[in-house]
């Protein structure tokens, strides 16, 4: 029974080969196509047809009744290929053929449906901000019939490491500021038809942050100087905030991405450094050491003796000054007449008292932006000729001059508390004159005092102003006439303060240095009229 029925379908088959039993067909093995947008489809097809009849056959679609193509290929081959797929394809395709026996169209009923679809991409979300999860969906429309993997790019670039793809979704979790672009994806073997391309935006805190120095180079007091806050962030910084550190202490000093100062000085060096924020956070810079540099300013001398004033002593003077770089020159002059003459190099000096030595000693202190000259200090010698000279430094004068100013304070005081034992009333300008009298009379015998004639040793002072006491006969007045007599003022009114300078010859060896403080009074050098 199974053995006849093949044998009649093989007899069938002959005779439906030679187109005489079957009869003309059209058969299509599959009736669902999916083409990709610009790439080619082949529609499959196989036809039969009795021999020797002529035939004709060709495409057409459903809807609009185009006809769309011939095949080209061998009978009984009738599949259809199309390139370049459009839209403009997408539709319902059958084949039929016209044969001399027949005499009408030999077709199918149905036909193949042929879909278009392009690639389409999702990123999920558009915007992102750092450490969130983004994912990429890849698409088409209609299911391609090669179970297809997909492609992905970045910025045109094709993404190399795909392991964090699956199927036809790529993940970026968590996703990175690096991870921010312009993403497309493509079937793979059609990596020249991929989708349109899609931003993801990544939000992040600023990073990347610098601070940079304008203009560059040595910045020297004076200068003007602009900071400028460099960072990355999305979205952009809304509040940049400067800080200079200064030791243990940290002070805001301004806002906004750019910090001028104009005029450098001193007073703005430091270390810097800046903090932006935006909608995702906040990050500093590391420091920048904003080194003023300026000539030496502060030039001062101290002078250090080896023992008493005299010929012999030994004298070192120092110079101290504030200067970045440091001082790295520094030059001493010593003033005699008009001429100015270097004696010497280095910080210190030290030279033996001499009569040669004597005169008014600076130092030029130098780096690599200027110099400067200190203040002048005064180095005399008591010669023992007519001029009487006396050996001082500045040091010494205060010494001096303190003690001297309590004695003639205390003096002062107990002469008016003489005079005015209960301090009552009115004084009168004469007796005034008659108190301050007493005080020259009590300074004067102070002196006589405490100044003996072997005394020869008395310091001086460069802005010193020497004066005599003149004694002015003054008309209509009785009795003796003195000259006036201000109250002591403290040492650092001494442009108020006039000095007398009693004078002492025949120095001897046998100097007593608290002698010293004897050999100033404070006398106003003018006379009442
Ligand atoms: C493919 O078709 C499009 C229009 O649909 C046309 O612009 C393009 O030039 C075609 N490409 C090729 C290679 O024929
Ligand atoms: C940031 O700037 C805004 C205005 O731009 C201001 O209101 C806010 O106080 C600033 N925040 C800080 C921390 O400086
Ligand atoms: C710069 O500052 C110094 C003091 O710091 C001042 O003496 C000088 O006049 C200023 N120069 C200008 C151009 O402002
Ligand atoms: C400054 O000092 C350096 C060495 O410390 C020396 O070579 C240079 O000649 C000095 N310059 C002057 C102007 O004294
Ligand atoms: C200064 O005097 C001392 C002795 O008091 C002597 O040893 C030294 O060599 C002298 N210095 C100079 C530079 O003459
Ligand atoms: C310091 O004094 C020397 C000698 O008098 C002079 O040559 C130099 O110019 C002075 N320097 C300054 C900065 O005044």
């Given at each position: ?434 108190s301050d009298a007493n005080a020259v009379n009590a300074t004067i015998s102070a002196v006589a005092m405490t100044a003996g004639p072997s005394q020869a040793a008395c310091a001086a002072y460069e802005d010193v102003h020497y004066a005599s006491i003149q004694f002015s ?57």
């Amino acid at each position: 029974m199974i053995l006849r029925t093949v044998h009649i379908f093989l007899l069938m088959c002959l005779l439906w080969q030679s187109g005489v039993l079957c009869g003309p067909s059209v058969t299509y093995s599959s009736t669902r196509v999916c083409g990709l947008k610009g790439a080619s489809v082949v529609l499959p097809c196989t036809y039969y047809y009795p021999r020797g009849h002529f035939y004709w056959g060709e495409w057409y679609e459903e809807r609009s009744r185009r006809v769309r193509g011939h095949s080209n290929s061998r009978y009984p081959d009738c599949s259809l290929n199309i390139d370049n797929l459009s839209y403009d394809h997408s539709g319902v395709y059958h084949f039929r053929f016209y044969t001399s026996l027949h005499r009408s169209w030999i077709t199918r009923i149905s036909g193949i449906r042929l879909s278009v679809t392009d690639v389409q991409l999702k990123v999920d979300p558009t915007t992102a901000t750092e450490g969130e999860r983004v994912t990429l969906t890849c698409s088409t429309v209609c299911t391609l019939s090669e179970n297809p993997t997909f492609i992905w790019f970045r910025n045109r670039q094709r993404i190399k490491n795909q392991q964090s793809s699956t199927g036809n979704k790529l993940h970026l979790n968590p996703v990175s500021s690096e991870d921010a672009g312009s993403y497309s994806c493509a079937v793979q073997g059609h990596g020249n038809l991929p989708s349109s391309a899609a931003a993801l935006s990544v939000r992040y805190a600023p990073k990347d942050m610098s601070v940079s120095v304008g203009p560059s180079g040595e910045i020297v007091e004076g200068d003007s100087v602009t900071l400028i806050c460099n960072s990355d962030a999305n979205p952009p910084v809304h509040n940049y905030t400067w800080y200079r550190r200064s030791g243990d202490k940290t002070a805001q000093v301004a806002t906004g991405l750019k910090y001028s100062i104009t005029n450098t000085s001193t007073a703005h060096r430091g270390h810097y450094y800046c903090e932006a924020r935006n909608d995702i956070g906040v990050k500093s810079t590391d420091v920048t050491l904003l080194n003023i540099r300026y000539s030496p300013k502060s030039i001062s001398v101290s002078a250090s003796l080896s023992g008493d004033l005299s010929e012999g002593t030994t004298v070192t003077l120092t110079c101290s000054s504030d200067a970045n770089p440091p001082v790295h020159n520094h030059t001493w002059y010593m003033k005699s007449g008009a001429e100015a003459l270097i004696r010497g190099t280095g910080e210190s000096i030290s030279f033996n008292v001499t009569s040669d030595t004597s005169g008014l000693y600076y130092c030029e202190a130098k780096n690599e932006i200027g110099s400067q000259n200190s203040t002048e200090v005064q180095i005399l010698l008591a010669g023992n000729q007519d001029s009487s000279m006396v050996l001082a430094a500045e040091v010494i004068l205060i010494v001096i001059l303190i003690p001297i100013l309590i004695l003639l304070g205390l003096l002062w005081l107990r002469i008016r508390k003489k005079r005015h034992p209960s301090g009552s009333g009115t004084r009168t300008q004469q007796e005034d004159t008659e108190s301050d009298a007493n005080a020259v009379n009590a300074t004067i015998s102070a002196v006589a005092m405490t100044a003996g004639p072997s005394q020869a040793a008395c310091a001086a002072y460069e802005d010193v102003h020497y004066a005599s006491i003149q004694f002015s006969g003054s008309k209509g007045r009785e009795g003796p006439v003195y000259g006036n007599i201000r109250q002591p003022k403290p040492p650092k009114q001494r442009e108020d303060v006039e000095y007398s300078t009693v004078k002492f010859s025949q120095p001897s060896a046998a100097t007593q240095s608290e002698d010293k403080s004897a050999i100033y009074s404070t006398v106003n050098k003018s006379s009442r009229t």
